[in-house]
């Protein structure tokens, strides 16, 4: 069974640091490419980052340009989220997601996506 679990989130304050990670299993990680998506309490799901199936390509959100970085270790089978300079704004359920058919003009599309990991809370207080 194809499983995805992130881990890494927390409790932060304004400007602080946070990696997370997201852990593959039951896939050949390195076919698929891999994204980060958050989502806030009464907002809608959002894209944050996106990486190709070698890392060679990646993809940002707006908001979270300059700030975050996505990288992926395919001998681990794991997908990392740096970032930086955190906001208040940044707070919210950060998920990662695997897509077999990546592709630089449907990455932030999450239901491009074949499957999603359940989530870590990230808070970043004010």
């Known amino acids: 069974q194809v499983q995805l679990v992130e881990s890494g989130g927390g409790l932060v304050e304004v400007g602080d640091s946070l990696r997370l990670s997201c852990a593959a299993s039951?896939?050949?990680?390195?076919?698929?490419?891999m994204g980060w998506f958050r989502q806030a309490p009464g907002k809608e799901r959002e894209f944050v980052a996106a990486?190709?199936?070698?890392?060679?390509?990646?993809k940002y959100g707006d908001s979270v340009k300059g700030r975050f970085t996505i990288s992926r270790d395919n001998a681990k089978n794991t997908v990392y989220l740096q970032m930086n300079s955190l906001r208040p704004e940044d707070t919210a359920v950060y998920s990662c997601?695997?897509?077999?058919?990546?592709?630089?003009?449907?990455?932030?599309?999450?239901?491009?996506?074949?499957?999603w990991g359940q989530g870590t809370q990230v808070t970043v207080s004010s």
């Open positions: 039951g896939l050949t990680f390195s076919s698929y490419g």
């Open positions: 990486i190709n199936y070698n890392g060679g390509s990646t």
């Open positions: 997601a695997a897509d077999a058919n990546w592709s630089p003009i449907s990455e932030s599309r999450a239901y491009q996506y074949d499957y």
